[in-house]
């Protein structure tokens, strides 16, 4: 039985599909203590999201499980059945989407989908049910909720509906939330509101976090722990700390490089990290990273660099951080 | 919404007048008339005839005549079956073919929405395949093929069902499995393709994020999603439907509506055209306000205005 809340041990995840097998996660491992914020950032298809997903047993068709330990809340998620899953779903571990335009069905109240999921997993009657639903309206700062119970999405905006899918989410009082994108979709003061609202929340909850972003600043505020993820693999692990100040694999420098500052003067220009992600299809033997990596060395392109930790969190995975080891141990390079 | 039904009564009114004069003059232009059969009538006899019917008047006259009976609810005397008005054949006939018709709708839903939806939830699999070539045909064959066909097979070879009229429930089986099939596999396309647009939708995934069971999630949130297109092809389906198919009632020999519309036509039966057209039309109207109704029940986001 896993010490931790959450416990992923070198998880391997593909989809097969008509054209060939996907990589989409390769070794992951991270761990997350009880009220822990965790931060996964990375760039389009680099795995944050499918790592979340596999921990709810979410995946989409036709992705697969090929390997690891996978532990959560004293479940063993590997051998979980489908009937066992929807047990935790929505009760023990609960998301909320990128689009909550979407996330929502249009045709039914939204009493009726915060009651569905009360009603799946207690044995509150439907005016208790009802009396939650208001309760957790309240929470997560709707007004008038009594009067919101019985509208229907289309009649609330974007905000609105993202904390609906947040009273939604919390309803059970889940151990764990995803937050998959939960701003992206929004306007940027009501992002700041719904960040705002989310931290509230778990410091009144003590739920953990697991809060999935390609948005720096956001992590920054919110977050214990940072993955900073790259083609399937976590190439960088520690805290906001280590992570922003004492940033060790090239890609994590070139992240942070990226983010526009405000002292910066008019008309300078954002630095990118130069070339395209690779292909997942067809994974070069290497570091991922090594096509587009300035420090990049011969070693990248054969092999795969073995994680190097740093200190007792923080890890990362370069073959930098391996020679200068190996040279700290007085080895000869 | 007593707006709204105030608005399509009004509306309705219209589009019956309109169907009405353009059925009228439209009728009349064809050449030919209700006493020229192919043994000769002498020219007395066709005139005396003519005038017994007011067909000797002109045409406006004709026109405001009909027009004002029809105020009244009166659709006139059928020109061919003596003795009889349009009223009357409409009231006996109908009720035979809109109850063949009725089942046949009801048998439609029953089994295309299941499919349907089974063949969106299987989609690539030899099941989806299966379905989707027979309802490939259900929509290519005509229906007098499938008439013949399931009449050579299940009353010539094997005899198991009986081929005309409607004495016995077991004469119905075969009318309504003609009339049903093409509906059938209508309502099965539509329904996959509308299932799988939905299956892909957002709110489904937080359904399963909530812990609901896949037939849970798939009868709560799905069906009430997907079942819209069908419910606006159910409006004029239904109206077609209930006033009978000619192939079917002439092939099943079914004393309905269906044979009246052809027959009323190629006898230039003038009163009998009009009463048959303005009843379809009229019912058309009737279940598209119906269908608009259910859909507001069914999905809130949509306004009636």
């Not at chain 1, 609906?164 to 989410?169: C, F, G, P, S």
């Not at chain 1, 299809?281 to 990596?293: V, Y």
């Not at chain 1, 300035?294 to 070693?299: H, I």
């Not at chain 2, 647009?197 to 609901?212: F, I, N, P, S």
Request: glycine letters at 8%; aromatic letters at 8%; charged letters at 20%.
């Amino acid at each position: 039985m896993s010490e931790y809340l959450v416990e992923v041990k070198n998880e391997r995840l593909s989809f097969f599909t008509p054209a060939g097998e996907v990589k989409a996660l390769n070794d992951v491992s991270l761990h997350l203590n009880e009220g822990e914020v965790l931060g996964i950032v990375g760039e389009s298809g680099s795995g944050k999201s499918v790592t979340a997903y596999s921990l709810m047993g979410l995946t989409a068709y036709p992705g697969k499980l090929i390997g690891g330990e996978l532990d959560f809340n004293g479940h063993h998620i590997n051998d979980l059945t489908e009937r066992d899953f929807r047990k935790i779903r929505g009760s023990e571990i609960s998301i909320i989407f990128q689009d909550p335009m979407t996330s929502l069905n249009p045709v039914y109240t939204i009493g009726n989908q915060i009651c569905e999921v009360i009603r799946l997993h207690t044995s509150k009657t439907k005016a208790e049910a009802t009396a939650r639903a208001v309760e957790l309206l309240t929470l997560v700062g709707i007004n008038e909720p009594e009067k919101r119970l019985k509208q229907y999405p289309h009649e609330l905006s974007g905000g609105m509906r993202q904390r609906v899918m947040i009273a939604i989410a919390l309803a059970c009082e889940p151990k764990l939330l995803i937050a998959d994108e939960p701003t992206t979709a929004l306007d940027v003061t009501i992002q700041a509101q719904i960040l705002e609202l989310m931290m509230e929340l778990k410091q009144k909850l003590g739920m953990a976090i697991i809060m999935i972003t390609h948005d720096l600043g956001v992590v920054s505020s919110m977050c214990d722990r940072i993955a900073v993820m790259y083609a399937g693999r976590i190439v960088e692990y520690g805290t906001v700390d280590d992570i922003f100040y004492r940033p060790e694999h090239e890609y994590t420098k070139g992240l942070l490089r990226s983010i526009p500052k405000l002292s910066e003067k008019e008309h300078q220009k954002l630095v990118p990290i130069e070339g395209t992600p690779i292909d997942l299809l067809n994974p070069p033997k290497g570091c991922p990273f090594a096509p587009r990596c300035k420090a990049c060395m011969k070693v990248c392109l054969r092999e795969m660099p073995p994680y190097t930790d740093l200190d007792e969190v923080h890890y990362s995975a370069c073959w930098l951080l391996q020679k200068k080891e190996f040279e700290a141990k007085g080895g000869n390079a | 919404m007593g707006k709204y039904i105030l608005k399509r009564i009004a509306l309705a009114v219209l589009t019956l007048f309109l169907v009405c004069t353009l059925t009228f003059f439209l009728m009349n232009l064809v050449p030919g008339g209700p006493f020229m059969a192919e043994k000769a009538i002498s020219a007395q006899a066709q005139a005396a005839m003519n005038e017994k019917y007011g067909l000797d008047k002109p045409l406006t006259e004709q026109y405001v005549n009909y027009m004002e009976r029809l105020l009244h609810g009166d659709l006139g005397v059928s020109v061919k079956q003596r003795g009889r008005t349009v009223n009357q054949i409409i009231a006996t006939k109908f009720p035979v073919s809109a109850k063949v018709g009725g089942i046949s709708v009801l048998v439609a839903l029953a089994v295309g929405i299941p499919l349907g939806s089974v063949a969106a939830l299987k989609r690539g699999s030899w099941l989806d395949n299966l379905i989707m070539f027979f309802a490939t045909c259900g929509i290519a064959v005509p229906s007098f093929v499938v008439c013949t066909l399931l009449m050579y097979f299940l009353s010539l070879q094997w005899g198991l069902l009986p081929t005309y009229g409607l004495s016995s429930w077991q004469n119905y089986i075969m009318p309504v499995m003609a009339l049903a099939f093409y509906p059938t596999s209508y309502i099965a396309r539509l329904m996959r393709s509308s299932m799988l647009d939905v299956l892909g939708q957002d709110y489904m995934r937080t359904a399963r994020a909530k812990g609901l069971s896949q037939s849970k999630s798939l009868f709560k949130h799905a069906l009430r999603n997907a079942i819209l297109p069908v419910v606006t092809y159910l409006g004029p389906m239904l109206a077609y439907t209930l006033t009978g198919s000619f192939v079917v009632e002439k092939i099943f020999t079914i004393p309905g509506l269906g044979s009246e519309f052809i027959g009323s036509i190629t006898g230039r039966d003038y009163p009998l055209i009009m009463g048959t057209t303005i009843f379809l039309a009229m019912l058309i109207i009737v279940m598209n306000v119906i269908v608009d109704i259910a859909y507001k029940v069914i999905d809130p986001r949509i306004k009636l205005k």
